[in-house]
């Protein structure tokens, strides 16, 4: 089952930065952070993960709370391609990933 | 490299049918999953393999569906009978196991397989 929650929706005008917060206050230790999206119509890609350090790649920047109880999806100028349905799941030790409901991003033109 | 390959694309059936969907993976990536996923859901985890051994098929429904990844490669999901409530996108994703590199154990989904019960 997932273990994250997830805002079921937001939105952002087009050109400005988006925060993505996601809680996952049971994390264990070996737990990684995945960020996936789903474009409509598409399977699911990936974003970013991390473990304990803020990371940042082409596609986004990935905060990971000091405690490891939350992190936040960065994408610094959202575009109208940006537009989907955003996972935020924890990687076990079994290498499983459940997916919650994710966060249905809206970019406003 | 060649992305994660399903077939078919869409399949249309009539309840107590059966069905099945193909998946091949990324050429050597060790672990093979299998999700459902209903209109307006998340992906639900049916089974993970890692080779051709079983990881977790905890929600696998197993009285109607079945799955096999022989050889370790390519993988066949069955669903014997089908039901109404079958009806969801199949997709099919595959990870290395690899300790380096940015594509260590991330998720490589195929475009999925699109099942419709009447």
């Known amino acids: 089952d997932a273990k994250t929650t997830q805002p079921n929706s937001m ?17 264990s ?15 699911p890609e990936y974003v970013i993960h991390g473990l304990t350090s803020n990371v940042n790649n082409r596609m986004a920047s990935l905060a990971i709370a000091e405690d490891r109880k939350s992190s936040t999806l960065i994408q610094h100028r959202a575009t109208l391609r940006d537009a989907a349905v955003y996972y935020c799941i924890l990687r076990e030790a079994g290498n499983q990933f459940y997916f919650g409901t994710g966060t249905s991003l809206t970019v406003i033109p | 490299e060649a992305g994660v390959a399903q ?6 059936i009539e309840k ?19 999700y ?10 049916l089974i993970q393999f890692q080779n051709n051994g079983v990881v977790d098929d905890s929600q696998l429904p197993k ?13 066949t999901l069955k669903i014997q009978p089908a ?8 997709l099919c994703a595959s990870s290395s196991l690899r300790a380096q590199g940015r594509g260590a154990n991330v998720l490589t989904f195929g475009a999925g397989s699109r099942l419709t019960v009447l």
Do not use: M
Request: proline residues 7%; aromatic residues 12%.
């Open chain 2, 36 to 45: 459902q996923q209903i209109l307006g859901q998340g992906p639900k985890l």
């Open chain 2, 16 to 34: 107590r049918q059966s069905v099945a969907f193909w998946c091949n993976p990324i050429s050597g990536h060790a672990t093979l999953y299998w």
């Open chain 2, 7 to 12: 077939s078919p694309r869409y399949k249309i």
């Open chain 1, 11 to 27: 939105e952002s005008n087009e050109e400005e930065p988006v925060h993505l917060p996601c809680n996952h206050s049971t994390i």
């Open chain 2, 83 to 90: 039901k109404l409530e079958d009806s969801a996108v199949y």
């Open chain 2, 63 to 75: 009285d109607r569906f079945s799955a096999e990844r022989l050889k370790g490669v390519d993988s």
């Open chain 1, 29 to 43: 230790g070996t737990d990684y952070i995945h960020w996936y999206r789903q474009l409509p119509s598409q399977g």
